[in-house]
């Protein structure tokens, strides 16, 4: 999947949260967005899974512009993303179990099937513990486990993930980043954004971009620097 945003200008209340942003993402690979909190990380990620337009500039996926998609286009585009956000949006009245076995259900597995990928995915995130719980028994670190879970659940094209680390200790964040290379090694493009100089590092080989002020500063990738 090619993400591609021109030129981009966002404001709020004319003012601006992104100025003038350019951004190629070719679908394979990692992306590190970093920068201090309101910088504009959110609403670049945002821009990229079609939940919010561009004041000016374009977003284009795979050659198509976010701001001419009809919804299900935009439905169909989303079926191929993994996404976490920070408010990680389970469905508050679905088990863990059944938030996470939804996009397998959503993906045509058959009941024994989508059962026994789910379990097995809880497993590996180490929170079977908690499926037979609700969103709201779960601690803050629990839920974004589960929402990651079911993020990368049917292996998507790319997954886009907003603070993923966050609110977790730094045991079960070396965890995740287990689970996110292990993601990325069978392909599945990378866009994150985080405030973890320890996610960063787990993924030397990532291009890390800077946010400030709603101005992005594409680094260089940690393996040219470390080298």
């Known amino acids: 999947m090619r993400i591609e945003v021109h030129d981009v200008t966002v404001a709020y209340d004319e003012i601006p949260a992104l100025s003038n942003v350019s951004l190629t993402l070719d679908g394979s690979g990692v992306v590190m967005l970093t ?3 309101g910088a504009g ?12 337009l561009p004041t000016h500039g374009s ?8 701001t001419s998609m009809r919804h ?7 079926r191929r993303q993994g996404v976490v956000q920070q408010n990680c949006r389970l469905v508050s009245d679905y088990s863990v179990f059944e938030n996470v076995l939804m996009p397998y259900a959503l993906a045509g597995k058959s009941k024994v099937d989508a059962t026994r990928l789910c379990l097995d995915l809880l497993a590996d995130m180490n929170i079977s513990y908690v499926r037979h719980k609700y969103p709201h028994q779960l601690s803050g670190g629990e839920r974004h486990l589960v929402a990651l879970a079911r993020a990368v659940a049917t ?71 470390q080298s």
């Open 155 to 225: 292996q998507p094209e790319i997954l886009i993930a907003d603070e993923p680390t966050g609110t977790l200790d730094e045991k079960t964040s070396a965890s995740v980043a287990t689970t996110l290379r292990s993601c990325v090694e069978r392909g599945m493009g990378l866009v994150i954004s985080t405030h973890s100089s320890g996610l960063v590092s787990a993924f030397p080989d990532a291009l890390v971009c800077t946010i400030n002020d709603g101005v992005l500063l594409v680094n260089t990738p940690q393996s040219e620097i």
């Open 59 to 66: 977003v284009a996926i795979d050659g198509v512009s976010t």
């Open 41 to 52: 990380k959110t609403t670049l990620l945002r821009l990229m899974y079609g939940d919010l």
């Open 72 to 78: 299900a286009q935009i439905r169909a585009m989303r």
């Open 35 to 37: 920068g201090p909190t």
